[in-house]
């Protein structure tokens, strides 16, 4: 009768080694799956990286033909239409020449100058002349005799009778404290005043590329 106990005991020590070796094959089964799954994962991914870079050289291929192609088939009219803006733009070097030549005439001086687009009003963003030509602001800070006909006076004069100066007037004066800084003119003078004026300037009609070579 105590050997009937026997056979379960040895039953169960038989299966032990069968059950180690299931659960090992099922740990490197999953182990495998894990490893086949990770390496498909980044094969996809590998690939989709590809393609997009490959895409992107293809469109850039493309990019770079149709500007190739635009600039072969355009190139007559852009170096025409830049070559029509380098004409337009404004000499101001010619302008601020001239500024001093005119403020030199009366024994003025000019300190600086300022030029800017005037803004119209109504929806306009410029100020325009009755005939409808462009003006340009300038304020022109400088110092004359106040106020007679060789000091700002003539200044306001001589400027209004530059051709593409549509009007001239003075904005703010202060007397000027030193005479150092003064042209021979003005340094033995005592009514001197710094001056601000202000200059509408007809564009169209400024010294430019195009009119300099003509």
């Given amino acids: 009768m105590m050997n009937l106990n026997l056979l379960p005991d040895k039953y169960v020590k038989n299966r032990a ?4 070796l299931t659960g090992y094959v099922i740990f490197v089964g999953v182990v495998f799956v894990l490893i086949m799954l990770f390496f498909g994962l980044l094969t ?3 690939n ?7 895409l992107r050289k293809v469109e850039q291929i493309k990019l770079t033909k149709n500007i190739k192609d635009l600039k072969n088939a355009n190139s007559v009219e852009v170096q025409d239409a830049i070559r029509g803006l380098k004409e337009k733009q404004i ?4 302008v601020v020449k001239i500024f001093e030549e ?7 001086v000019l300190w600086s100058y300022e030029l800017k687009l ?3 009003s109504g929806g306009d963003t410029t100020a325009r002349t009755f005939d409808n030509k462009e003006l340009i602001n300038a304020d022109l800070s400088g110092a004359a005799t106040y106020y007679g006909k060789d000091g700002a006076q003539k200044v306001i004069a001589d400027l209004e009778a530059i051709p593409w100066i549509y009007s001239a007037m003075i904005v703010t004066t202060r007397l000027h404290e030193g ?6 003119g003005l340094a033995s003078k005592e009514n001197v005043h710094d001056l601000t004026i202000k200059v509408q300037l ?4 400024l010294p430019s590329i195009a009119r300099n070579n003509k």
């Fill in 102 to 108: 005119t403020f030199r005439k009366s024994e003025s």
């Fill in 44 to 46: 996809v991914s590998v």
């Fill in 179 to 184: 005479g150092n800084d003064l042209v021979d």
């Fill in 48 to 54: 989709k990286q590809k393609n997009l870079v490959s």
């Fill in 17 to 20: 080694p069968m059950l180690l």
């Fill in 118 to 120: 005037l803004s119209g």
């Fill in 91 to 94: 000499l101001t070097n010619q």
């Fill in 202 to 205: 007809i564009k169209d009609e």
